[in-house]
């Protein structure tokens, strides 16, 4: 019965298409009754045929000049045209009309907003509320102006008011989400949804997103209870599924992470970020083959996903197809060209292939994309010394310290290179303005190296700064 009273609408509504459009023809005047003209816009607006639209909004303006609903249609067309004046002038009309009609402030408010007047936009838009009846979509539109104008907290208030006013609106949920990751407000984010569950405990997506703000904790068991309970309410909710398994992954439950990561493609359509995780988690219990048969599925849906070719490039190292593993990832660069941890990885995986000049290519590009990864230059400083190029893993280390004289890894590795180097003078110069400044990290020097334990004066030099 539903699909025959749906072919019989869709029926009337092609009849009365082909009826105006013959009008528009044979240039006659034909009347169509409000609704009628309503459908014939909203058709074409439907297929994106905006001048046929606005063509209609004003036959449909002349026939039914006092009519609100066609005028605020027409001013909507006016603005997606970029009209505006012309979108404001039909708006105020309509406004003589029916001074309190809500849809007329909430209209200006988009036309204040594509205007990029934000303030002038919240103002239309609050003006709107008294009469409104889904105020809760009304607080939205406030909310996105504050966005737009970075104003995150103030977002954050009237997304609170429109769960106030409808608990139901999943997209205020997961727009509050956002703001509170924006803002680093994960602590505030757990309260808001633990007490917004209180209320509403069978809202799957405020479980989720308490589940999403627990993982940015680091607070991976809570997380996981958090993914349960929308599970249980809704065992489709795939989203709920896939982050479940990063949550595991991260406590390296793997086995647990695949299950989730496999339960998902019950419930979606297979994608390249979803078969990527599952061949991460069977990379990580060792299975191989299963890992690279996954990455390759990745890579057949989306050939641009970089990662899976990272991950084909992990599994190629681990059988020892180190020049595959290069081209694997090169592959990636190629398609990302500023990835910093591709070119990290890249410069790695050559100097474990002794191909040490790219090596030295890759951890420049790496120093040159981020010029304060300081792990980068301890890395890059630690293969020169390692091939006995001391002098120039000294000339990178002092580069270094030229831009971070903060950083006292830095430091106590140049009193490393010349301790190790048969400089005990320098070095030990060098070691004692590092105990002076930073005693701490004398920790991490030590472990560098189990030759420095060897090294009497060094020990002694210690000892004369411990407290």
């Known amino acids: 019965?539903?699909?025959?009273?749906?072919?019989?609408?869709?029926?009337?509504?092609?009849?009365?298409?082909?009826?105006?459009?013959?009008?528009?023809?044979?240039?006659?005047?034909?009347?169509f009754d409000v609704e009628d003209f309503e459908e014939i816009i909203d058709n074409y607006v439907d297929k994106r045929n905006l001048s046929k639209a606005l063509y209609a909004s004003k036959i449909a303006v002349s026939q039914h000049p006092y009519t609100v609903s066609l005028l605020i249609k027409q001013s909507q067309l006016y603005a997606a045209s970029n009209n505006i004046n012309k979108a404001i002038e039909v708006l105020n009309k309509a406004e003589n009309f029916e001074p309190n009609n809500s849809e007329i402030f909430i209209t200006r408010g988009g036309i204040f907003s594509q205007m990029n007047k934000y303030d002038e936009a919240i103002e239309s838009y609050k003006s709107g509320l008294q009469n409104a009846i889904e105020k809760d979509e009304i607080y939205m539109f406030i909310a996105f102006e504050y966005q737009n104008k970075l104003d995150y907290t103030s977002s954050i208030k009237y997304l609170k008011k429109a769960l106030k006013v409808n608990p139901d609106n999943e997209f205020a949920l997961y727009e509050l989400a956002f703001c509170f990751a924006t803002?680093?407000?994960?602590?505030?984010?757990?309260?808001?949804?633990?007490?917004?569950?209180?209320?509403?405990?069978?809202?799957?997506?405020?479980?989720?997103n308490l589940g999403v703000s627990y993982i940015k904790n680091d607070l991976y068991k809570k997380s996981i209870d958090a993914f349960d309970y929308a599970i249980a309410i809704d065992e489709t909710f795939s989203s709920a599924w896939f982050t479940m398994g990063n949550a595991l992954s991260c406590l390296?439950?793997?086995?647990?992470?695949?299950?989730?990561?496999?339960?998902?493609?019950?419930?979606?359509?297979?994608?390249?970020?979803?078969?990527?995780?599952?061949?991460?988690?069977l990379e990580k219990l060792g299975r191989l083959d299963e890992a690279m048969t996954n990455?390759?599925?990745?890579?057949?849906?989306?050939?641009?996903?970089?990662?899976?070719?990272?991950?084909?490039?992990?599994?190629?190292?681990?059988?020892?197809?180190?020049?595959?593993?290069?081209?694997s990832i090169e592959l990636a660069i190629s398609l990302s060209k500023d990835n910093i941890d591709y070119w990290y990885l890249y410069a790695e995986v050559l100097e474990n292939a002794d191909c040490i000049d790219d090596a030295e290519f890759a951890y420049r590009k790496v120093i040159e994309l981020s010029p304060l990864e300081a792990d980068a230059w301890l890395d890059f400083s630690d293969m020169l010394f390692n091939e006995?190029?001391?002098?120039?893993?000294?000339?990178?280390?002092?580069?270094?310290?030229?831009?971070?004289?903060?950083?006292?890894?830095?430091?106590?590795?140049?009193?490393?290179?010349?301790?190790?180097?048969?400089?005990?003078?320098?070095?030990?110069?060098?070691?004692?303005?590092?105990?002076?400044?930073?005693?701490?990290?004398?920790?991490?020097?030590?472990?560098?190296?189990?030759d420095l334990l060897q090294l009497n004066d060094v020990m002694n030099l210690i000892e004369t700064y411990r407290v």
């Open 183 to 208: 803002i680093d407000k994960e602590d505030e984010a757990i309260i808001f949804y633990q007490q917004f569950i209180d209320e509403n405990p069978y809202s799957q997506i405020a479980w989720y």
């Open 252 to 281: 390296d439950r793997n086995d647990e992470a695949l299950a989730c990561y496999s339960k998902t493609l019950e419930y979606e359509t297979p994608d390249a970020i979803v078969l990527f995780y599952i061949g991460e988690s």
């Open 388 to 450: 006995e190029r001391n002098v120039d893993a000294l000339l990178v280390i002092n580069e270094a310290i030229n831009i971070m004289p903060q950083n006292f890894e830095l430091k106590y590795r140049r009193a490393t290179y010349f301790l190790l180097n048969n400089k005990p003078k320098e070095g030990l110069i060098l070691l004692e303005e590092c105990l002076q400044s930073n005693f701490e990290s004398h920790i991490e020097f030590l472990a560098y190296n189990d």
């Open 295 to 327: 990455y390759q599925k990745s890579l057949e849906l989306d050939n641009n996903f970089t990662d899976s070719y990272i991950g084909i490039s992990s599994v190629q190292q681990e059988r020892g197809e180190m020049k595959e593993a290069i081209k």
């Open 1 to 31: 019965m539903f699909e025959e009273n749906e072919d019989n609408q869709n029926r009337d509504v092609i009849a009365l298409l082909n009826k105006f459009e013959q009008m528009i023809k044979e240039n006659k005047t034909l009347f």
